[in-house]
């Protein structure tokens, strides 16, 4: 069911994303999170098994647990791999939030970069260092092809949002960061970095999408943490950060004229087990695999003909 198009009654329109299937029922939305997954834009060509369950069930654990800070697009999940919410007119930027030099931060910074997104940077870091305080980095949303960095100054200058409008998800997207930092420091984790997109409804902000999932964000061990780096060695991490470490090991970062490497049946349980594994560690719960019933769309459509 991971990669299947369903036609829905009702159903206004339909989007596939890289990941997600979003169905449109007017004023309403339908998510179906696949097994797909994607490293420097790009599909990968083999499905990992409940991948999509997983990324579904922690997006919606996290967007329960931050209501208080800024409403969201979620109604219900009615199935482990589905979300049905309000549709909201989408902002163009994507707010990545950093804690630490990692990933595409410490590639930038490493090749001698020093102001990213607009953001200043000291010289002297190492990679996986904390940084003074969180900053913000953003990218444009590209609907294909690669997301673009971009600094808060250039989103104002170029007229993609207002001030006011960049300032205020600026603020919410440091608060939603926070609060994923002290729920992951509750479980013995950090929460380095991650990514939030939001939309506007009724002009209000929403936050969209998915947050705090192993897709959008990467996660260190607390108690490990320390010693691993002062010994100036790798992270333990959850996140899928060793995906795209393993395709950069085999000459792929989605640049043109690269092919993607052959990912083994090995390789596609190991991240299995590791967005599982992550599941497990962020909510506390063990993880239930859920086989999709045969009546599973009928189930879906049940449960939100009501609101359509």
Same mark, same amino acid.
């Given at each position: 069911m991971s990669n299947t198009i369903i036609e829905f009654p009702n159903q206004t329109s339909f989007y596939k994303g890289k990941v997600r299937d979003v169905y449109s029922f007017g004023d309403h939305l339908l998510m179906i999170t696949s097994d797909r997954i994607s490293a420097f834009d790009v599909v990968l060509p083999r499905l990992i098994p409940f991948k999509g369950q997983v990324l579904n069930q922690i997006a919606s654990y996290f967007l329960n647990a931050t209501a208080d800070i800024v409403p969201n697009w979620l109604i219900s999940t009615p199935a482990p791999n589905a979300a049905f919410g309000i549709k909201c007119k989408a902002i163009p930027i994507e707010m990545v939030v950093r804690g630490y030099l990692v990933g595409h931060l410490w590639r930038e910074y490493k090749s001698g970069k020093r102001i990213i997104c607009g953001v200043k940077l000291p010289d002297g870091l190492v990679e996986n260092q904390i940084l003074q305080s969180p900053i913000i980095t953003p990218t444009t949303k590209a609907n294909h092809g690669h997301d673009v960095d971009i600094s808060i100054d250039e989103i104002v200058k170029q007229g993609i949002l207002s001030e006011k409008l960049i300032t205020e998800i600026s603020q919410i997207s440091l608060a939603l960061f926070q609060r994923g930092q002290e729920m992951a420091d509750s479980k013995n984790l950090i929460l380095?970095?991650?990514?939030?997109?939001? @939309?506007?409804? $009724? /002009?209000? &902000?929403?936050?969209?999408?998915? &947050?705090?999932?192993? +897709?959008?964000?990467?996660?260190?061990? =607390? /108690?490990?943490? =320390? $010693?691993?780096?002062?010994? @100036?060695?790798? %992270?333990? %991490?959850?996140?899928?950060?060793?995906?795209?470490?393993?395709? !950069?090991?085999? /000459? #792929?970062?989605? =640049?043109? @004229? %690269?092919? &993607?490497?052959?990912?083994? +049946?090995?390789?596609?349980? %190991?991240?299995?087990?590791?967005? !599982?594994?992550?599941?497990?560690? &962020?909510?506390?719960?063990? #993880?239930?695999?859920?086989d999709l019933e045969e009546d599973y769309i009928s189930n879906i459509y049940n449960q939100i003909s009501h609101h359509i």
């Open positions: 380095v970095d991650t990514k939030y997109e939001f @939309g506007i409804r $009724d /002009n209000q &902000i929403i936050l969209m999408d998915e &947050i705090h999932t192993p +897709d959008s964000s990467r996660y260190f061990y =607390k /108690n490990l943490y =320390k $010693d691993l780096f002062k010994k @100036g060695l790798p %992270q333990k %991490q959850l996140s899928k950060e060793f995906v795209r470490e393993w395709l !950069i090991v085999n /000459n #792929f970062q989605g =640049k043109e @004229g %690269q092919k &993607i490497p052959l990912l083994t +049946d090995e390789f596609v349980h %190991q991240i299995s087990e590791r967005y !599982i594994l992550l599941y497990e560690e &962020i909510t506390g719960s063990k #993880f239930e695999k859920s």
